[in-house]
């Protein structure tokens, strides 16, 4: 059974800064998917990686296979981009963090 | 832009009454999954079907749960017996195999046990 860890699990930052958020897994994947819970409940999908980078707008997701970890980039965040972040591993059924609830306070 | 829809979007029951949630996928996807997140908790795999049958489940999936597939078009989870403990955000969701498996979600339906 794969084991999902999300670090950190609050984070709060000033608008403007460049944010991190990691995740390791126990068990060989052959898919990572970063997905963003909005404080209503719903949840999106923003990255699904099985190798290297992938970037979108100010979003980039980049996942080492080797070191079972991958990390997540908000560059120049802003507030909108609060939300809880979570990382999931899995092709189909998926196997989810606890997530990591950013904060982006003007 | 296709997407998944769920109903109702907030369900608030008595305990040891039946629920049945509603969802309904996007038309061409083949695998769906009903996902629970418990308030504060970390969202849950329930259960996976495929080919109008369960292809997998969790051990939360007991024999309170069912699922179907009535009319082509919607995915129904059902909880004969609520407890308290089946509060929870049900969420359902399909992959997408032409892009590589990405994840949709549905809204989701916030059930109340009271």
């Known amino acids: 059974k794969n084991e999902v860890e999300q670090s950190p699990q609050n984070l709060t930052a000033q608008e403007g800064e460049f944010i991190t958020i990691n995740c390791s897994y126990s068990?060989?994947?052959?898919?990572l998917h970063w997905l963003q819970q909005h404080p209503g409940g719903g949840i999106v999908s923003l990255f699904m990686l099985s190798s290297g980078k992938k970037k979108h707008g100010r979003l980039i997701a980049t996942i080492n296979i080797q070191e079972k970890h991958s990390s997540l980039h908000i560059t120049a965040s802003h507030p909108r981009d609060s939300a809880v972040y979570i990382c999931?591993?899995?092709?189909?059924?998926?196997?989810f963090g606890k997530g990591t609830k950013l904060s982006v306070i003007p | 832009e296709p997407e998944v829809t769920q109903t109702p979007s907030h369900q608030v029951t008595q305990m040891g009454q039946e629920v049945i949630l509603r969802c309904v996928p996007i038309s061409n996807h083949l695998y769906f999954y009903w996902y629970r997140q418990i308030l504060g908790q970390k969202v849950e795999f329930l259960v996976s079907?495929?080919?109008?049958?369960?292809?997998?489940k969790s051990e939360i999936f007991d024999d309170q749960f069912s699922v179907e597939r009535p009319d082509g078009s919607n995915f129904t989870l059902k909880i004969r017996s609520t407890k308290l403990e089946d509060s929870a955000m049900y969420f359902c969701?399909?992959?997408?195999?032409?892009?590589?498996?990405?994840?949709?979600f549905g809204p989701g339906t916030r059930l109340t046990v009271l």
């Open positions: 999931a591993v899995g092709s189909y059924q998926l196997t």
């Open positions: 068990v060989g994947i052959s898919a």
């Open positions: 079907f495929y080919n109008n049958e369960i292809s997998e």
């Open positions: 969701a399909s992959p997408d195999y032409r892009t590589y498996n990405e994840q949709f």
